[in-house]
């Protein structure tokens, strides 16, 4: 949460030279971290990020207090002053028979734990005197005349929210505040006139037939709302269980700053001050005569309960040693009272630190006071940990990725979350698609099982680039029964180069991972051409993916990064080097429509050992002429030892693709 | 034919090529290196040589043609006419080159980094319950910590006993995880990964990167965690970068800081050297915070969350950090990124230049 504070309202409670850049930089390194200064009408107002556990910061109070810590350890005067409210007197104002009677207040304590109240009565609307005024633009709450002006005034100062009910209003709803837990369904209307209907188990103050009359800590309701009529009020504070705040405050979306204050455990002990700099307001600009006794019912007056730090756990922590003395001056400062105990330092902690709960909170106070610009900084001199997890390889993913992009495929990262029309594009049905209960925009609702729809939408909104061609290494998600979905990594690819020029950047990639050999095997499909693929790995045939045709002549890869991995090496078996010459030699055949040309290829290659290697060398429409190089085991192979094979070839080829040979064998 | 006959043969036909006059160097070829030339009547002979002489014989040859080669290679470049001109200066044709994006060019250069000092990459699920993710790390159910991060819940049931399925706000989810996996310290995780908030503007993306580090052993203190950060700060943008730790909040670590870099514009000071502004004063640096950029938060493992992964707070203790990957990458001086939504954008003009 963020709060404003001008620089002379926090003179107010602070006596110190130091100027706001001085004050900015300061406060930032071991308390509140001030991110920006603005001059508004002639000051300095500093704009500072509290942070939620240290609600005790979020008043003009709460900043002094700190900074009067934090510039004494950077060597600048500074003091916390009395504040100018401490000499209030909460005695009546009015003769016994001109009083007015206090509402009868029924509390639950396991609900709230103090409850303050006074009558004020004859209550002058004045409008807000320019000093106010002028603080309340500073710190962008909004000026409405002083009767509504004190009250936020005073919660900025001190910290307490405080409510102002109309007094009359009340009395005539029976004169009665029940605190109670709502029931459910019950109707309110808060004071800016908007409607609500309870949930069950939010706070409230109700009137005897049950109407409620107020959200207290968090907003007040038309029914007592202070309004041009009001001629007597009602100030009264409430310290409300901050769960209880939160869970009212949350379910109805009201997010007042008292809400946001209260729901943080405000201290109760702010209440009594936050009261008498009200009533001190109210009396000097709205002649406001106090016309009840002060009502404070404060039975708990719980303490924090004590912290037991060993010293030595300090040094632990900071790596250092320092001074039990600067230790114990440390915390008292900060309004602790400390015992040493030997070893140990007994500390209990002031009613407004609810956060100082166990020693490391106590050792943060310490290090942040002592400064962590003060501590030297070294590495670690610990042992190293050796155990990685399994299956993990990221150099060989980082590999891959960089030999795509030199062959020159561009790596995209794109949303893992996709839309409904999307999801459908992958063939998979929504229902095995997890989506998101509470999406922020339509198009990203359902997480992705696959990366295609994705790459294509690139291809697509990058039409005047030409060739392209792009991958994406990332996660897919499929859902398990029970369970948190699998993630499985992908590699997908698509692009708009020829079929061919994409094979044969897969081809290369395999090869660069010392994968023997791609094995293609075309799926049955009318729809979609499409085909399995396997990399050939010892003897094994492991399926890494699926290579498919898409609309607009594009080409989609997709590829399991587990099964490449597991079929990939980084250095190969290698071969020996041929001792004899190669004969190497052409034959062109007239395949039929729609052969496999890779199929014939893998026959021919196998119809003889001395045949090494094929090759498509050519295509001129049906016609395809290999280069096949011929090795002996020793010595060079004749020309009477081929005459066969290429018979065989030939034979073979008829029989099996009807390919006729083109001229004599 | 003896060998050292075949010595003074080949010999003799060395010096001959040595006098030759003959410019063209085809000619040379042909009429020594030829299927008829001298060299080859040269090689018919060695059917002469005995036996045991012939593996010397044919290293002798084999020498010979080597030097013959040689030769007329030299004639040919001497006798060449100056090849046509070229133009020095023409555009070359570039292969086509993709290109790695940069999130893993960040990605990996902060793996490098840290695998230095001897930290472990890991993964941990994107897609996790709600113990690991906020429960386990000090955060209980409707507790005001978590308004920090808007959360994506999955629509499905929850978990008996880890609650709802989310899409992790952080990578910190993995700190736990990477306690249960090791089962005791030392640890020195390095979990890089997918988060996702329900935020999007010029700075928040719904899908970004993070980076958690954990370090957990006996002894660690805060001086390791700032030594660790300052590491890091001057690897990663050079050595003149500093860093500072500041007082924050989280509820998984006590203390708690923000971690601070400084503007590689102003150094550190806030100010731009040699220039004023209106009012005299020296300009203000309008880069960063006062000389510092924010990068994320740090702090030390709270003892709750050490225990949350079997881990005994009174023997061992530790420090964390988190940061956007996106963010600590575009801090990189000169490097001008202004809208976040572009790195993960379809548009190939603006990926092209990494």
Same mark, same amino acid.
């Given at each position: 949460?963020?709060?404003?504070?001008?620089?002379?309202?926090?003179?107010?409670?602070?006596?110190?030279?130091?100027?706001?850049?001085?004050?900015?930089?300061?406060?930032?390194?071991?308390?509140?971290?001030?991110?920006?200064?603005?001059?508004?009408?002639?000051?300095?107002?500093?704009?500072?990020?509290?942070?939620?556990?240290?609600?005790?910061?979020?008043?003009?109070?709460?900043?002094?207090?700190?900074? #009067?810590?934090?510039?004494?350890?950077?060597?600048?005067?500074?003091?916390?002053?009395?504040?100018?409210?401490?000499?209030?007197?909460?005695?009546?104002?009015?003769?016994?028979?001109?009083? @007015?009677?206090?509402?009868?207040?029924?509390?639950?304590?396991?609900?709230?734990?103090?409850?303050?109240?006074?009558?004020?009565?004859?209550?002058?609307?004045?409008?807000?005197?320019?000093?106010? #005024?002028?603080?309340?633009?500073?710190?962008?709450?909004?000026?409405?005349?002083?009767?509504?002006?004190?009250?936020?005034?005073?919660?900025?100062?001190?910290?307490?929210?405080?409510?102002?009910?109309?007094?009359?209003?009340?009395?005539?709803?029976?004169?009665?505040?029940?605190?109670?837990?709502?029931?459910?369904?019950?109707?309110?209307?808060?004071?800016?006139?908007?409607?609500?209907?309870?949930?069950?188990?939010?706070?409230?103050?109700?009137?005897?037939?049950?109407?409620?009359?107020?959200?207290?800590?968090?907003?007040?309701?038309?029914?007592?709302?202070?309004?041009?009529?009001?001629?007597?009020?009602?100030?009264?504070?409430?310290?409300?269980?901050?769960?209880?705040?939160?869970?009212?405050?949350?379910?109805?979306?009201?997010?007042?700053?008292?809400?946001?204050?209260?729901?943080?455990?405000?201290?109760?002990?702010?209440?009594?001050?936050?009261?008498?700099?009200?009533?001190?307001?109210?009396?000097? &600009?709205?002649?406001?005569?106090?016309?009840?006794?002060?009502?404070?019912?404060?039975?708990?007056?719980?303490?924090?309960?004590?912290?037991?730090?060993?010293?030595?756990?300090?040094?632990?922590? @900071?790596?250092?040693?320092?001074?039990?003395?600067?230790?114990?001056?440390?915390?008292?400062?900060?309004?602790?009272?400390?015992?040493?105990?030997?070893?140990?330092?007994?500390?209990?902690?002031?009613?407004?630190?609810?956060?100082?709960?166990?020693?490391?909170?106590?050792?943060?106070?310490?290090?942040?006071?002592?400064?962590?610009? /003060?501590?030297?900084?070294?590495?670690?001199?610990?042992?190293?940990?050796?155990?990685?997890?399994?299956?993990?390889?990221?150099?060989?993913?980082?590999?891959?990725?960089?030999? &795509?992009?030199?062959?020159?495929?561009?790596?995209?990262?794109?949303?893992? &979350?996709?839309?409904?029309?999307?999801?459908?594009?992958?063939?998979?049905?929504?229902?095995?698609?997890?989506?998101?209960?509470?999406?922020?925009?339509?198009?990203?609702?359902?997480?992705?099982?696959?990366?295609?729809?994705?790459?294509?939408?690139?291809?697509?909104?990058?039409?005047?680039?030409?060739?392209?061609?792009?991958?994406?290494?990332?996660?897919?998600?499929?859902?398990?029964?029970?369970?948190?979905?699998?993630?499985?990594?992908?590699?997908?690819?698509?692009? /708009?180069?020829?079929?061919?020029?994409?094979?044969?950047?897969?081809?290369?990639?395999?090869?660069?991972?010392?994968?023997?050999?791609?094995?293609?095997?075309?799926?049955?499909?009318?729809?979609?051409?499409?085909?399995?693929?396997?990399?050939?790995?010892?003897?094994?045939?492991?399926?890494?993916?699926?290579?498919?045709?898409?609309?607009?002549?594009?080409?989609?890869?997709?590829?399991?990064?587990? #099964?490449?991995?597991?079929?990939?090496?980084?250095?190969?078996?290698?071969?020996?080097?041929?001792?004899?010459?190669?004969?190497?030699?052409?034959?062109?055949?007239?395949?039929?429509?729609?052969? %496999?040309?890779?199929?014939?290829? /893998?026959?021919?290659?196998?119809?003889?050992?001395?045949?090494?290697?094929?090759?498509?060398?050519?295509?001129?429409?049906?016609?395809?002429? %290999?280069?096949?190089?011929?090795?002996?085991?020793?010595?060079?192979?004749? #020309?009477?030892?081929?005459?066969?094979?290429?018979?065989?070839?030939?034979?073979?080829?008829?029989?099996?693709?009807?390919?006729?040979?083109?001229?004599?064998? | 034919?003896?060998?050292?006959?075949?010595?003074?043969?080949?010999?003799?036909?060395?010096?001959?090529?040595?006098?030759?006059?003959?410019?063209?160097?085809?000619?040379?070829?042909?009429?020594?290196?030829?299927?008829?030339?001298?060299?080859?009547?040269?090689?018919?002979?060695?059917?002469?040589?005995?036996?045991?002489?012939?593996?010397?014989?044919?290293?002798?040859?084999?020498?010979?043609?080597?030097?013959?080669?040689?030769?007329?290679?030299?004639?040919?470049?001497?006798?060449?006419?100056?090849?046509?001109?070229?133009?020095?200066?023409?555009?070359?044709?570039?292969?086509?080159?993709?290109?790695?994006?940069?999130?893993?060019?960040?990605?990996?250069?902060?793996?490098?980094?840290?695998?230095?000092?001897?930290?472990?990459?890991?993964?941990?699920?994107?897609?996790?319950?709600?113990?690991?993710?906020?429960?386990?790390?000090?955060?209980?159910?409707?507790?005001?910590?978590?308004?920090?991060? +808007?959360?994506?819940?999955?629509?499905?049931?929850?978990?008996?006993?880890?609650?709802?399925?989310?899409?992790?706000?952080?990578?910190?989810?993995?700190?736990?995880?990477?306690?249960?996996?090791?089962?005791?310290?030392?640890?020195?995780?390095?979990?890089?990964?997918?988060?996702?908030?329900?935020?999007?503007?010029?700075?928040?993306?719904?899908?970004?990167?993070?980076?958690?580090?954990?370090?957990?052993?006996?002894?660690?203190?805060?001086?390791?965690?700032?030594?660790?950060?300052?590491?890091?700060?001057?690897?990663?943008?050079?050595? +003149?970068?500093?860093?500072?730790?500041?007082?924050?909040?989280?509820?998984?670590?006590?203390?708690?800081?923000?971690?601070?870099?400084?503007?590689?514009?102003?150094?550190?000071?806030?100010?731009?050297?040699?220039?004023?502004?209106?009012?005299?004063?020296?300009?203000?640096?309008?880069?960063?915070?006062?000389?510092?950029?924010?990068?994320?938060?740090?702090?030390?493992?709270?003892?709750?969350?050490?225990?949350?992964?079997?881990?005994?707070?009174?023997?061992?203790?530790?420090?964390?950090?988190?940061?956007?990957?996106?963010?600590?990458?575009?801090?990189? +001086?000169?490097?001008?990124?202004?809208?976040?939504?572009?790195?993960?954008?379809?548009?190939?003009?603006?990926? +092209?230049?990494?």
């Amino acid at each position: 949460m963020n709060i404003l504070i001008p620089h002379p309202w926090l003179l107010e409670h602070l006596d110190t030279d130091a100027d706001p850049t001085t004050l900015q930089t300061n406060l930032s390194l071991s308390g509140p971290s001030v991110e920006r200064v603005y001059e508004r009408e002639g000051d300095s107002v500093y704009d500072i990020e509290v942070t939620t556990n240290r609600v005790d910061s979020m008043s003009v109070r709460g900043i002094a207090r700190e900074a #009067a810590v934090i510039l004494e350890q950077f060597g600048i005067r500074a003091q916390l002053k009395q504040p100018n409210y401490e000499e209030v007197f909460l005695v009546p104002d009015v003769p016994e028979e001109e009083m @007015l009677p206090l509402p009868a207040i029924h509390n639950d304590l396991e609900l709230c734990e103090r409850i303050m109240a006074v009558v004020l009565k004859d209550v002058e609307r004045t409008s807000t005197p320019e000093w106010m #005024a002028k603080r309340l633009r500073q710190i962008d709450i909004n000026v409405h005349d002083s009767v509504i002006d004190i009250t936020n005034y005073i919660t900025h100062e001190v910290g307490h929210p405080v409510h102002a009910f109309d007094y009359d209003k009340l009395m005539a709803l029976g004169g009665e505040i029940i605190i109670k837990a709502a029931a459910k369904g019950k109707k309110f209307v808060t004071l800016d006139g908007l409607e609500f209907e309870t949930v069950g188990g939010e706070v409230v103050f109700e009137n005897r037939e049950g109407t409620i009359i107020d959200l207290p800590s968090i907003k007040g309701t038309a029914n007592t709302a202070v309004d041009e009529q009001t001629r007597n009020v009602l100030l009264l504070i409430d310290s409300i269980e901050a769960s209880k705040i939160r869970f009212a405050s949350m379910t109805h979306q009201i997010r007042t700053v008292a809400a946001q204050l209260k729901e943080k455990q405000v201290d109760p002990h702010l209440a009594l001050p936050t009261f008498k700099l009200g009533i001190k307001l109210y009396r000097e &600009l709205c002649s406001a005569k106090v016309a009840s006794p002060l009502y404070d019912d404060f039975p708990g007056e719980r303490q924090p309960a004590k912290v037991i730090l060993p010293l030595q756990k300090v040094e632990e922590y @900071l790596g250092l040693q320092l001074e039990t003395e600067k230790i114990v001056h440390i915390l008292d400062i900060l309004g602790c009272e400390v015992k040493v105990e030997g070893e140990q330092l007994s500390i209990q902690p002031p009613t407004f630190r609810p956060d100082l709960k166990i020693a490391a909170d106590i050792i943060e106070e310490i290090a942040r006071i002592y400064g962590y610009h /003060n501590l030297p900084s070294q590495i670690m001199a610990t042992a190293i940990p050796l155990n990685k997890p399994a299956n993990s390889n990221y150099a060989l993913e980082m590999k891959i990725k960089r030999f &795509l992009a030199t062959i020159g495929w561009q790596e995209m990262y794109t949303y893992s &979350l996709i839309s409904e029309a999307m999801a459908l594009a992958t063939g998979q049905p929504l229902a095995n698609h997890l989506k998101l209960e509470n999406p922020l925009t339509e198009d990203q609702l359902y997480l992705r099982r696959s990366l295609q729809p994705s790459l294509v939408q690139v291809l697509n909104d990058n039409s005047t680039q030409g060739n392209l061609s792009v991958f994406e290494m990332a996660n897919v998600y499929i859902p398990v029964e029970n369970d948190l979905p699998r993630h499985e990594l992908r590699l997908g690819l698509v692009s /708009n180069k020829p079929y061919r020029a994409v094979k044969g950047d897969l081809e290369a990639l395999l090869r660069n991972l010392f994968i023997e050999e791609l094995i293609v095997k075309p799926l049955e499909s009318e729809s979609t051409q499409k085909a399995e693929l396997f990399a050939a790995e010892a003897g094994k045939e492991i399926p890494i993916g699926t290579i498919s045709v898409l609309p607009k002549a594009r080409t989609a890869i997709n590829l399991d990064m587990a #099964a490449l991995l597991e079929a990939a090496s980084t250095y190969p078996q290698l071969q020996p080097l041929p001792k004899a010459a190669p004969v190497i030699e052409d034959m062109t055949f007239t395949l039929p429509e729609k052969t %496999f040309s890779g199929q014939v290829i /893998n026959t021919i290659k196998q119809l003889a050992d001395a045949i090494y290697q094929v090759e498509l060398k050519d295509i001129y429409q049906q016609n395809y002429t %290999f280069t096949i190089t011929y090795l002996g085991p020793n010595a060079s192979i004749s #020309a009477e030892d081929i005459k066969p094979i290429r018979q065989k070839i030939a034979d073979t080829l008829m029989t099996e693709y009807r390919a006729s040979l083109v001229g004599a064998v | 034919m003896t060998i050292s006959e075949l010595q003074e043969q080949a010999t003799q036909l060395k010096n001959r090529i040595q006098q030759e006059t003959e410019p063209d160097p085809q000619a040379l070829q042909t009429k020594y290196l030829g299927k008829k030339g001298l060299f080859n009547d040269l090689v018919k002979s060695i059917a002469a040589i005995s036996p045991e002489e012939r593996p010397a014989a044919g290293q002798l040859l084999n020498e010979l043609k080597t030097e013959l080669e040689t030769v007329i290679a030299k004639i040919s470049e001497a006798g060449k006419r100056p090849a046509d001109w070229v133009d020095l200066t023409i555009p070359g044709l570039q292969p086509k080159v993709g290109g790695v994006h940069p999130i893993s060019q960040a990605i990996e250069e902060i793996t490098h980094i840290f695998e230095k000092i001897g930290f472990t990459r890991v993964s941990y699920p994107e897609v996790d319950w709600d113990w690991y993710v906020f429960e386990a790390l000090n955060m209980p159910p409707n507790h005001p910590a978590r308004d920090e991060w +808007e959360t994506f819940f999955v629509d499905g049931p929850a978990h008996p006993e880890k609650g709802k399925m989310v899409l992790t706000t952080h990578t910190s989810n993995g700190q736990v995880r990477e306690m249960e996996r090791l089962g005791q310290p030392p640890i020195r995780m390095i979990n890089i990964g997918r988060t996702y908030r329900r935020q999007q503007d010029a700075t928040h993306t719904q899908v970004f990167h993070q980076f958690e580090g954990l370090v957990v052993d006996q002894g660690i203190n805060i001086q390791h965690l700032k030594g660790t950060i300052d590491y890091f700060a001057k690897e990663f943008y050079g050595p +003149e970068a500093k860093s500072r730790i500041r007082p924050f909040h989280f509820k998984f670590t006590e203390p708690s800081f923000e971690v601070d870099f400084s503007c590689h514009i102003c150094h550190g000071t806030g100010r731009l050297e040699g220039q004023v502004d209106e009012a005299g004063q020296p300009q203000k640096c309008r880069f960063c915070k006062s000389g510092w950029h924010e990068v994320g938060g740090a702090g030390m493992v709270h003892p709750n969350v050490l225990e949350a992964g079997g881990i005994d707070p009174e023997v061992y203790t530790g420090f964390a950090f988190g940061w956007g990957v996106e963010r600590t990458y575009s801090l990189k +001086e000169g490097l001008n990124i202004d809208d976040i939504r572009q790195l993960y954008g379809t548009d190939i003009r603006f990926l +092209e230049q990494f």
